[in-house]
């Protein structure tokens, strides 16, 4: 068995929560994640305290089957540490009270319990019809002594992150100096979450949280002004000195053969000389 502290707190979506497996292992579980199966059981009562939705981990290196984990908030912790029934459930549940309000406490204080993120909604941006996060930035807030190597962890976990969603790539041109195009990822919440987890960076956790934090600040303020977006946009961009074009369009709204002629002739007038 082992006490719940301070660092056992995760901010998910600006609200303060606990891992399910972390819970287990202070409630003296001999398997933690069995926990997991409690919960599912008892679901619709511990819903009656708020949203509790399984997060799908990643399985990392190792392989296997991703998990689907449980954050918990105090009120459903709680409830949670009477359906245990283990002997020391009820001194879990002084742990559980006094670290959450420990975290409000520092969090009201500005103190050691509320860090500056390392990520925020500013950093997130519209990318192939979805909220993403540029992979040289999620690089840069795990740590990584070069930020390019995100993009090989990237290619060798491909297939685990695309059980997200499919990977969001663009060519970039390397720059005056010549060189190999590169290419940019720009990441989903659940794959930005999944490269925290594949890093094994020493501040990937905090980034976890701040990655929850950030997508969840863009949903709630930047979704709905998006909603009130032109149905198409159409930008047409020069990537390189032979003059080699690239046409984007997102679509917001159902595809109109109109729009794709205008796109199209957009095309045609640029790459005129």
């Avoid at 459930?89 to 103190?111: D, H, K, L, T």
């Avoid at 905090?206 to 977006?229: C, M, Q, S, T, Y």
């Avoid at 369009?249 to 045609?268: D, E, P, Y």
Wanted: hydrophobic share 45%; proline share 5%.
């Amino acid at each position: 068995m082992t006490n719940l502290t301070l660092s056992a707190i995760h901010s998910v979506d600006a609200e303060a929560r606990v891992l399910d497996i972390d819970l287990a292992a202070a409630l003296g579980f001999d398997r933690p994640r069995v926990i997991r199966e409690l919960i599912a059981r008892n679901l619709p009562e511990i819903e009656t305290y708020g949203v509790c939705r399984p997060v799908r981990q990643t399985s990392g290196e190792l392989g296997g089957r991703p998990a689907q984990a449980f954050y918990l908030t105090e009120p459903q912790a709680l409830l949670v540490c009477m359906f245990a029934r283990t002997s020391n459930a009820a001194a879990v549940r002084r742990q559980v009270i006094e670290v959450f309000q420990a975290w409000r406490a520092a969090r009201a204080s500005g103190g050691a319990g509320a860090p500056q993120p390392k990520l925020t909604s500013d950093d997130i941006q519209f990318v192939d019809t979805a909220p993403r996060v540029q992979d040289l930035r999620l690089a840069e807030a795990l740590g990584f002594d070069r930020v390019r190597d995100i993009r090989k962890l990237i290619s060798r976990n491909r297939a685990e992150l695309e059980r997200c969603n499919p990977l969001s790539a663009i060519r970039k041109p390397f720059g005056n100096t010549g060189g190999r195009p590169a290419l940019e990822y720009w990441l989903t919440e659940d794959q930005a979450l999944a490269l925290c987890a594949l890093s094994h960076m020493r501040g990937a956790a905090k980034v976890h949280d701040d990655l929850r934090v950030a997508f969840g600040a863009w949903r709630r303020h930047d979704a709905p002004r998006r909603a009130e977006a032109p149905a198409w946009s159409v930008r047409v961009t020069d990537f390189g000195s032979e003059g080699q074009m690239r046409l984007e369009i997102v679509a917001h709204a159902a595809q109109t053969l109109a729009l794709m002629r205008q796109a199209v002739g957009t095309l045609r007038a640029k790459a005129l000389p």
